[in-house]
């Protein structure tokens, strides 16, 4: 059976030898073939003018000689300055396009060290002046390909300031000393470079860098085919995120219309409210209508988009069928920036959470348990978190809460939860869970503000 590894290599030897004999077709095209008959052109009016001009010939044939070659030198410097550089731009963006489709294939598997390795090696192949190529994300070298390679190999942390630059001002930065690269070692002979960002959703999320043996390489054509290249790598690395993004969300929506009802609970909330009806009709009818609304609920929301508001109106309707049930053990309050209630937000992310408070924090003893739930801005994001005081999840547990094998109850709630923040609000949000036996546990999602 031939590995991933394996078939990568092949795909990487055969491409080479099709784009070698590509890059030979290309050296000697037809515009290279009229240059030179231009050149030799230009010499043999030139040579007969001076020697017509030394011999004392006619004065006609001077003439003639003179006029040829200016009509010669108006041709070159008409092609020189107009029809070349649209030939050189013509190649470019043809280089541009089939180091593109060659990438294609390792870019939508996303930004990792395997793919990074592979792109830099194709850019590299495919490149007229850099002798190295690296990518990096946000704080290390995913992928290094060329001269230097011994070392500044893939895995180690970014050591060019101007690197932290391109992506911190999500703008390209050519350096044009050793000493701008920054690499420690004395007999390294990258001497110039071109570092310019990746991006995903507008964010720089690291860098295409070319590197060089001299800054006369650092030109207007290499540094638009390094912005061109990283603007197409872009794009397939937005795709990649967009088909994660739709995966997870669909998987997600299954998950979640899947547990919108636990029956569990429903058995649990109709029994509360059969003894309501002999007890106390009231209760037992307000009881009904927050359950009817409850369900509504889960029917008209599973597949859109709410609000924050909506949200807690909704955990505010669950908490008081519990409430009826356990009285005075259980209680929540909440605490929320009014700022943010109107704020975007899948169905369903808070209510499974304070579930697992009632279903798994409650003490045996009878203690009551109390479920606090809070939403507030800081440092950038939006933190929103359930907590309670109960008898929290033995560290051992905690450790593979997210693992698939947890099996039902805690583990796939909060896995269900941790996945629909990803998969909406993308790899920049954060799902954490606390826990201290005995003293409590805590659920938060972190979201940027940006998402």
């Known amino acids: ?38 050149v030799v052109l230009i010499l043999m009016f030139s040579g007969v003018t001076l020697v017509s001009i030394a011999s004392s010939w006619a004065s006609y044939i001077t003439v003639i000689n003179v006029a040829a070659l200016a009509v010669v030198s108006f041709i070159v410097a008409f092609r020189l300055v107009i029809v070349r550089p649209d030939h050189l731009r013509a190649q470019q963006s043809d280089l541009i396009l089939r180091i593109a489709r060659e990438a294609l294939s390792y870019m939508r598997e996303g930004l990792n060290p395997e ?34 390679n011994d070392h500044h190999s893939a895995g180690r942390p970014i ?89 997870l969300t669909t998987e997600m929506e299954l998950k979640a219309l899947q547990a919108q009802i636990n029956p569990h609970f429903l058995f649990n909330t109709l029994n509360t409210i059969a003894v309501f009806i002999r007890t106390d009709p009231v209760v037992a009818r307000d009881l009904l209508r927050r359950f009817a609304k409850f369900y509504r609920y889960t029917l008209e929301h599973a597949d859109e988009e ?23 053990r259980l209680s929540m309050d909440l605490d929320v920036e009014k700022e943010l209630l109107g704020m975007p937000m899948p169905a369903f992310m808070l209510q499974p959470l304070v579930e697992n408070c009632v279903a798994h924090g409650m003490r045996e003893s009878g203690e009551p348990l109390h479920i ?63 826990s201290d036996e005995g ?9 940027s503000e940006r998402a």
């Not at 709410?306 to 005075?328: C, P, S």
């Open 372 to 434: 606090h739930v809070s939403a507030h801005r800081q440092a950038g994001r939006v933190v929103i978190c359930v907590e309670d005081d109960g008898v929290g999840i033995p560290e051992k547990q905690l450790e593979t809460i997210f693992d698939k094998h947890t099996g039902k109850g805690l583990g796939i709630a909060l896995r269900n939860v941790r996945d629909r923040v990803s998969g909406v609000f993308g790899s920049e949000s954060e799902f954490v869970i606390e």
């Open 159 to 247: 050591v060019t300031r101007a690197t932290h630059e391109a992506i911190d001002s999500n703008t390209p930065q050519v350096l044009g000393t050793k000493e701008e690269i920054g690499c420690p070692d004395p007999t390294c002979l990258l001497t110039a470079a071109i570092v310019v960002p990746l991006q995903a959703r507008a964010q720089a999320i690291g860098t295409l860098k070319f590197y060089y043996t001299s800054d006369r390489y650092l030109n207007e054509t290499e540094l638009a085919m390094a912005e061109g290249l990283a603007s197409l790598l872009s794009t397939q690395l937005e795709v990649h995120e967009l088909e994660v993004q739709a995966a």
């Open 306 to 328: 709410i609000t924050l508001r909506v949200e807690l109106g909704f955990l505010e309707e669950y908490f008081a069928l519990e409430k009826a049930r356990f009285g005075d």
């Open 1 to 38: 059976m031939v590995s991933s590894s394996d078939n990568s290599s092949r795909r990487g030897t055969g491409s080479r030898k099709s784009t070698m004999h590509e890059n030979d077709l290309v050296g000697v095209d037809r515009h290279d073939i009229v240059d030179m008959a231009m």
């Open 115 to 148: 793919t990074a390795d592979a792109v830099c090696k194709i850019v590299l192949r495919n490149s007229t002046a850099a002798v190295a190529v690296a990518i990096t994300n946000r704080d290390e070298v995913l992928g290094f390909a060329g001269v230097g």
């Open 439 to 447: 003293q409590g546990t805590q659920a938060c999602f972190l979201i």
